[in-house]
């Protein structure tokens, strides 16, 4: 058995055959005797001639490969409730394999189920109406749905990811997000795989209750064990002996629910900045060294600097892609990005963004472990009083660097509309300053990044919770809260849908144990 590397142009499919000649190459045998080869990770490579670079696995006679599977569900329908509270990727998949463990999950979910979420977030789009409980945060599938799908964790430091991607498969995604280093399913095809989740676990037995904000999480002892009580809004109130949250980095009134009953939280260092939009074409020409033809992917980027010993970085990098409102409550501004599966919008966008630690904002230490989330929070009003309404303040990236006003702003796919604004002086100082810095840096590793044909707008600011619930490293419980399990990112430990899905499904594990 051996693994091996192979390259092909672009725009060439290798056919069974060759990739056959080329693991018996690699195993010393005729192709004949090649019992089985698999491909493992699919790249692209622009350094040179423009090629896919194909990682194999091949086995000759007498050896076989390891086939991922997953495992199989059972019919919980009488198994004991295990409550999650969220139905984002670390919810969904918590349940999944809650199914697996033999436990049923109740899935208590604040927003809407995905179909009637979208209505809610044409309102958003078309005429700024924000509902605070379904949008492109909140809602079946979490803030992952609306806001592009790309997959980009590879790491199995912290669980098997094969699980994950696997599973997505299973529910409609596209096989190829087994292979590509950088794999997408796209906001248009997300929503039926979610509502497929759904599916699946309520037909073994689990339950989805839409339109159920918890307000309120209390621990029961009747003498002979714990348990717990989650109240919602609405008055219903579940119990179990298990809870597994699954909030979101949205959920800022778990963090406080957390805070008055005094239960343990951490501050956690976030990133804010901005919402970068380039012309596509541009980012194709630069990152294809001008060899760019149409039936290409559109091009991506990363990039990252050290500035005043913090990061300034690309974030949710999104390929022919959109821009679209992000806030969860009236009188805030935020924007993420997002991308279809054919990533066919004439524009390219990303955050940039700064690493931001308590000790950049001490002016909000009155405010205790929740002075990050609250200064989030303000910048984010600031830029809803500049405007007025949903319309993003945004300047042109060079004008911004030098402090000059921008004379006119380019055309935007951000739907709600742009407004002109000194961001200069609407970020805070040291943002600004670290991102001016940062910008004239990423045009040294990407010619022709830093242009006044870049649209900068504000503001970039959920880039992950700024806050962490501390659990207990075996249980995964909070510590003295035994059977109280926060997952995910709103539990700060984890940052997109792979690994939010792989925290929860190491929540319902830790539920089973």
């Given at each position: 058995m051996k693994e091996f590397e192979i390259a092909f142009p672009i725009g060439v499919t290798p056919s069974p055959e060759e990739l056959r000649k080329a693991a018996g190459r690699a195993l010393g045998v005729k192709p004949d005797k090649v019992a089985d080869l698999s491909i493992i990770r699919r790249s692209l490579d622009a350094r040179g001639e423009i090629l896919y670079r194909y990682r194999i696995s091949a086995a000759a006679q007498g050896e076989t490969l390891e086939k991922y599977q997953v495992d199989e569900y059972r019919d919980v329908s009488r198994s004991e409730p295990v409550i999650v509270v969220g139905a984002g990727p670390a919810g969904m998949f918590a349940s999944l394999r809650l199914l697996m463990e033999g436990r049923k999950p109740v899935v208590l979910e604040r927003g809407k189920d995905v179909h009637m979420r979208k209505a809610d977030i044409a309102a958003i789009n078309r005429r700024q109406i924000a509902c605070t409980e379904s949008n492109y945060c909140f809602g079946e599938g979490g803030a992952g749905t609306f806001s592009d799908g790309k997959l980009f964790t590879r790491s199995n430091k912290r669980g098997d990811i094969r699980e994950v991607l696997h599973q997505l498969v299973r529910f409609g995604a596209d096989p190829s997000i087994l292979v590509d280093a950088h794999p997408h399913i796209g906001s248009d095809r997300l929503p039926r795989i979610v509502e497929n989740i759904r599916h699946c676990i309520e037909e073994y037995g689990g339950e989805y209750h839409f339109s159920e904000k918890v307000i309120d999480i209390v621990q029961v002892d009747d003498g002979r064990r714990?348990?717990?009580?989650?109240?919602?809004?609405?008055?219903?109130?579940?119990?179990?002996?298990?809870?597994?949250?699954?909030?979101?980095?949205?959920?800022?009134?778990?963090?406080?629910?957390?805070?008055?009953?005094?239960?343990?939280?951490?501050?956690?260092?976030?990133?804010?900045?901005?919402?970068?939009?380039?012309?596509?074409?541009?980012?194709?020409?630069?990152?294809?060294?001008?060899?760019?033809?149409?039936?290409?992917?559109?091009?991506?980027?990363?990039?990252?600097?050290?500035?005043?010993?913090?990061?300034?970085?690309?974030?949710?990098?999104?390929?022919?892609?959109?821009?679209?409102?992000?806030?969860?409550?009236?009188?805030?501004?935020?924007?993420?990005?997002?991308?279809?599966?054919?990533?066919?919008?004439?524009?390219?966008?990303?955050?940039?963004?700064?690493?931001?630690?308590?000790?950049?904002?001490?002016?909000?230490?009155?405010?205790?472990?929740?002075?990050?989330?609250?200064?989030?929070?303000?910048?984010?009003?600031?830029?809803?009083?500049?405007?007025?309404?949903?319309?993003?303040?945004?300047?042109?990236?060079?004008?911004?660097?030098?402090?000059?006003?921008?004379?006119?702003?380019?055309?935007?796919?951000?739907?709600?509309?742009?407004?002109?604004?000194?961001?200069?002086?609407?970020?805070?100082?040291?943002?600004?300053?670290?991102?001016?810095?940062?910008?004239?840096?990423?045009?040294?590793?990407?010619?022709?990044?830093?242009?006044n044909d870049a649209l900068l707008l504000a503001t970039e600011s959920r880039t992950s919770s700024p806050v962490r619930i501390p659990r207990n490293p075996e249980t995964m419980s909070v510590e003295g809260l035994e059977g109280l399990i926060p997952c995910g990112e709103g539990a700060g430990y984890a940052g997109g849908i792979v690994s939010s899905a792989v925290d929860g499904i190491l929540a319902a594990l830790a539920v089973s144990r």
């Open positions: 714990k348990s717990w009580k989650v109240i919602c809004e609405g008055g219903a109130v579940y119990c179990a002996s298990s809870v597994i949250l699954a909030t979101g980095h949205s959920s800022r009134e778990i963090y406080r629910l957390f805070a008055s009953k005094g239960w343990p939280l951490e501050a956690k260092g976030f990133a804010l900045g901005v919402r970068a939009e380039h012309p596509q074409s541009l980012i194709n020409r630069i990152q294809y060294h001008g060899k760019y033809q149409p039936w290409m992917p559109a091009a991506e980027y990363s990039l990252v600097e050290q500035v005043e010993g913090r990061g300034v970085f690309s974030f949710c990098m999104c390929p022919g892609g959109i821009l679209v409102p992000s806030c969860t409550a009236p009188g805030e501004v935020v924007l993420n990005g997002m991308s279809n599966s054919q990533r066919n919008s004439q524009w390219a966008n990303a955050g940039i963004v700064c690493s931001v630690e308590p000790s950049d904002v001490g002016e909000y230490d009155r405010y205790g472990v929740l002075g990050l989330m609250e200064f989030q929070s303000a910048v984010e009003r600031r830029m809803f009083e500049f405007s007025s309404s949903l319309k993003a303040p945004s300047q042109r990236m060079l004008d911004f660097c030098r402090k000059k006003d921008s004379a006119g702003l380019p055309a935007s796919s951000y739907q709600p509309g742009t407004v002109n604004a000194p961001l200069y002086e609407l970020l805070p100082p040291f943002i600004f300053e670290r991102l001016r810095v940062g910008f004239a840096a990423f045009d040294r590793k990407m010619k022709g990044y830093y242009t």
